[in-house]
Structure formats: C-alpha cells, structure tokens
C-alpha cells in the first residue's frame, strides 16, 4: 500500500500507580465516554471521505485501563500496512497526563504524529494566562495540543492537517463550543464492552453546568451554558448500540435534572423499553434537588435508571457556601434519597473531605451521622484537590501557594496541598478511616437490611457493589471508580525515570502480590456473604426500619445530628421554614388578587 492510507489511533491513556506502573486491569470499571464519542466522529469522516475518495481511513482504539499499549508495535503494524497515521492521546486527566506524556514521546521516536487533548489541555488553556511547563515541552518535541471539542467536522481540520503531515502546535476551540444535537452516535467497538466490569458503554446527552463551584473544571471546560443532544439522537445511539450487544450504559452529564429535555429523554427509553421490550439499564448523575421536579424519580426508574450517583458533597452548609455549591441543602437529603429508594435505585454519593472548616474529628463525626441518617447505598470520598482547569488550582496558582508537583496524584485519591486546620497526617488519616468506617461489617450489615426491607431493595446488588468499593480501596489502592478485576502489570512499562526493575525481584513480589489480595478478597468476601445470608434468611427482614428509612412526616427534622449538630444546619432548617412562609404568602397574595 501507498500513502493512500490514514491511521488514526485513539488511546485513552491511564495513570501510574505510586510504584510508577500503569494502572490496568483485566477488566476495568468505566468505559471512556471520550473514547466513545471521538470513535464515533471519526466513524463519520471516514464514511464522508474527508482525505478525499481513494483515501483509505483506519480507526483503531485503546482504552489503557484493560489494553496494554505498545508503541514499538503499533508503529511495525502502521509501517507494515503503509500511508500516513496519527496516534491521538484522547480524554486526557491531569492525573493521566504524565502517562500521556511517555506515550507520545515513545510515538515520536518511532517517527509518527502525536496530539493530546482532554481535559489538562483545555482546562489549562481556558484558565491560565500562561501554558504550563508540561505542555510546553511537548509542544517543543512536536506534539499536537487540541483543546475544546471535536464535534461540528473539526476533527475534519486535523485529518486533513496530519494527512498533509502539517499539525498545528495548537487546535483552540475553547472559545466556540458546539452544538450536539445531531453529531454521530458516540460508538466503541464491542471489543472494548467486553474488558468492561457490568459490560458498560457511556454517552453524554449534555454538556456545560450554569453553577460556580470552584473545585470543579466541568464549568471551564464544557462551559457555563448547558447543550444538549436530542431524543431522536438518545434513540439512534441506543439503538446503534444495541445492534451490537451493548445494553448497559453509563450516561455521564454531571448532572442529568438540569437537562431542560429530560423528559422527552427519559419518555423514548420508556417507549424503547416498554413498547419494544428493549433490556436497557442505566447508571445517570443528577444533583440534590432532583425530586423536586414532579415525576423526575419515577420515569428514570421506568427508563431503566437503576443506579443514580448524586453529587452530595457534604453536609456542612458552611463548606458548601465556601466552595461555591449553593445548589445543595441539607435539609433535602434525606428526603431526596428516600424518593430514589422507593423506586429500588442504587444511590451513590460523592463526598469531599478538606473544605476549610474540616477537621478529623468532624470529618469522621460526619461519616456517622450519613450512616445513621441518610439512607444512602454507596459513599465514594474525595480529597479536595485543585484540579487544573478549577478556579480553586487559579487561586493557589496566583497566591503561590504550594501544590504538589506530580500531576500523576491529581486523581482526588491523593492529597496534593495543605490544609488550614489539618495537619497532612490528619488529612490522610481522616481520608482513609472515613473510608474504612463507612464500609465496615456493620455498616455493609445496616445497608443489606435496608435494602432486605424494600421489595425493590437487591441487597445482592448492594452487597456486590459495597465489597467493590471496600476491597479497591482496601487491597488495590486505587479509587473504586479507577479499578477493576485483575491487576496487570508490565515490568517494562513503568513510568520514565524510574528503573526497570530486575525480573526475578519484579515477578515474584507481582505472584506474591496476587496471591495476598486475593486472599483478601475471598476471606473479606466470606465473612460479609455471611452477614448478607444471614439478612436475607431473617424472618422478620420486611419489618426493618431506622432513622434513614423511617417515614417522614415533616417533624423533627431538627432533631437530626445532621441539622443540629453540623455548622450551619440549624440556619438552613431556618432558612427553609422562611421560605416556605414566603412562598405560602406569595401564593395566598396571588389567590386574594385573582
């Protein structure tokens, strides 16, 4: 073959582990919607012949988290098939930037055409007067930066400019964000479904978030103004996937409620569902005041929504005025989660430990109240880290104040600057037992009787996804969100400037390593099945009941420790019984005049 041919090879990197090897699995967590979407693009220019119709394009995709990446080889396949390539680093974190970075640098040896996008470069660029050192470099080797979006055929430009061996040091898109309604279904290939925990695929429906938080890089990256793909363009992507065996997706919009269609969304998987019989389910991401739009909650369970993760943050009104998420209150928690469990979805919440106010006392006073209070499934804790791309990363940028060099422990599983109250011991120590509280035996206990209790409650499911969480954190280090089944690791692939350590030590520390976790595992698994058997076998299992669960009759809400005894919540109960007057008055003014 001649240089008739084009390879365009998207890789979605990983990052390393704190040993320096990348973190990969046999079968990973979550499928890269960045993949699925920029897969889907370029599907639609080869089928345009954008180089031109005797131009032969060939897609390839990787997503690193459950396929080795090996350079040398791809660049043999490419040289051996013939044409011009591009090798596309896709989707990239800043914690999977240094990851990205001994990639491209190993394509350039190999004489090929490298670009990065994500959101490190985009956030960067949006936020910062001046491109940091990382991104310069690399720009200096040769490589391609793309910041913003591909949609609206800009991918097109970068075709044509790497067929023609002329990139662009830069693709700025930043400040002309596209339009989704009617872009090409965002498509993996069934290959990648496969190494997938639950065989997920993922697609955005929405893009953009109006809010101010000021950890977040959503609303400088995807922008403050909310776009939306339409229901026709829902359907097409179900069924595009669906043709070919993918009926589980993770449908990653920060927050679905805020989609003005979320209606006639939610409406056509009904149809799909329950006029077509199509077995789809899905894993959605709303906000904290999502039950209050009337029949929100009960046409995503009809939709096939059976997980929801909400963005709970914190309990401490203080610590969310201070980051900026006025969105949240307190005082609708608990109501909000107990509207989701009576129509049998899965809750998972976020939770941010580090806001100013913390400490690793009220840290972990926290963790026990949610326990007892809220009837939440899942808790996944963060550190608070400045994210490039977040005004909280601007601010301490501009102060000077220290951050930790090494992008690769931007994950938010790592802390990466100091506290004001905390020492860095306290930090970690509050980080780690909140963890450990919330997924122990007896908590694992409480939310399998919560769930044994609900005709709709799947306490094997819960039983499933809590030991997920406790054993990743647990026995893998990593953040459940970032794990998977199977460790695998590659002596020659640690990170640059580490050596490569010798075979014998390096395999046998990797068998034994093996062997003790899932030791673990089976022994962890053993004992909590147990407690899980035990539920189930109770006779009395319906008639559970505690706090969390308990009917709410709109007394006493401030008797919970949750109001009572956290910063602010006294004042947000106050603050909710005002508005509530007000509105009351508003309405009877408006009845009187009528």
């Known amino acids: 073959m001649d240089a008739s041919d084009f390879h365009f090879v998207m890789i979605k990197p990983t990052h390393y582990d704190d040993d320096g090897y990348p973190i990969q699995w046999l079968r990973s967590a979550i499928p890269s919607n960045t993949l699925a979407s920029l897969n889907g693009l370029a599907e ?224 056509r998987l009904i149809a799909l569902r329950e006029g077509e019989g199509f077995d789809i389910k899905f894993i959605i991401q709303v906000d904290t005041l999502c039950h209050r739009i009337e029949n929100f909650i009960e046409k995503a369970a009809r939709a096939g929504v059976n997980r929801a993760f909400i963005g709970l943050e914190n309990i401490n009104p203080d610590n969310l005025l201070a980051a900026k998420k006025r969105q949240n209150k307190i005082t609708e928690y ?77 994950d938010l599983n790592h802390r990466v600057t100091h506290h004001p109250r905390m020492s860095d011991t306290d930090w970690e120590e509050a980080y780690q037992q909140a963890w450990e509280s919330y997924y122990s035996d007896d908590h694992i206990e409480t939310v399998l009787r919560r769930a044994a209790a609900h005709r709709k409650g799947r306490p094997g499911n819960k039983l499933f996804l809590m030991m997920w969480f406790r054993l990743m954190v647990q026995c893998e280090g990593v953040h459940p969100l970032e794990g998977g089944y199977f460790r695998l690791k590659v002596r020659k692939d640690r990170r640059s400037g580490l050596p490569v350590e010798n075979p014998v030590g390096f395999y046998a520390r990797y068998l034994l390593d093996i062997v003790a976790k899932h030791w673990a595992y089976a022994s962890a698994t053993w004992r909590v099945y147990r407690i899980y058997r035990k539920v189930k076998s109770s006779p009395d299992r319906r008639s559970y009941t505690d706090l969390a669960i308990s009917p709410m009759d709109g007394t006493g809400e401030e008797d919970l420790a949750m109001i009572r005894d956290t910063r602010g919540g006294v004042e947000a109960v106050a603050k909710k019984v005002r508005d509530a007057a007000l509105s009351k008055a508003g309405k009877d003014r408006a009845k009187a005049a009528s």
């Open 44 to 267: 639609a220019a080869k089928e345009r012949r954008v180089l031109g119709e005797d131009v032969r394009i060939h897609l390839e995709t990787y997503d690193e988290t459950n396929k080795r990446v090996r350079p040398q080889k791809i660049a043999r396949e490419i040289r051996r098939r013939g044409g011009k390539a591009l090798i596309a680093l896709v989707g990239v974190q800043s914690n999977q930037f240094p990851r990205a970075e001994d990639l491209a640098r190993k394509f350039l040896k190999e004489g090929l055409q490298v670009a990065i996008g994500g959101f490190h470069v985009s956030g960067c660029i949006s936020m910062l007067e001046e491109m940091p050192g990382e991104m310069v470099r690399l720009q200096e080797e040769g490589v391609s930066l793309f910041a913003g979006e591909a949609e609206e055929r800009r991918l097109d430009q970068v075709f044509r400019d790497a067929f023609a061996d002329d990139l662009k040091p830069l693709y700025n898109f930043m400040a002309d964000l596209p339009s989704l309604q009617g872009e090409p279904t965002p498509i993996l290939p069934p290959k990648h479904i496969r190494f997938t925990a639950g065989s997920h695929s993922s697609f955005d429906l929405g893009r953009g978030c109006p809010f101010q938080c000021s950890f977040c890089t959503i609303i400088n990256v995807q922008g403050r103004k909310s776009r939306f793909r339409s229901a026709d363009d829902l359907e097409q992507i179900i069924r595009d996937n669906y043709a070919q065996g993918i009926n589980r997706f993770f449908i990653t919009d920060d927050n679905f409620a805020r989609n003005r269609d979320w209606e006639p969304l939610f409406d």
């Open 334 to 410: 608990r109501e909000m989660l107990q509207k989701w469990r009576a129509q049998g979805v899965t809750t998972y919440a976020g939770y941010i430990i580090g806001f100013p106010g913390d400490t690793k006392a009220s840290v972990l006073r926290d963790v026990e109240i949610i326990k007892k209070e809220l009837p939440l499934d899942l808790l996944e804790f963060f550190y608070l880290t400045p994210l490039p791309g977040s005004e909280d990363h601007k601010v301490l940028l501009s102060k000077g104040i220290w951050m930790d060099p090494d992008l690769n422990k931007y």
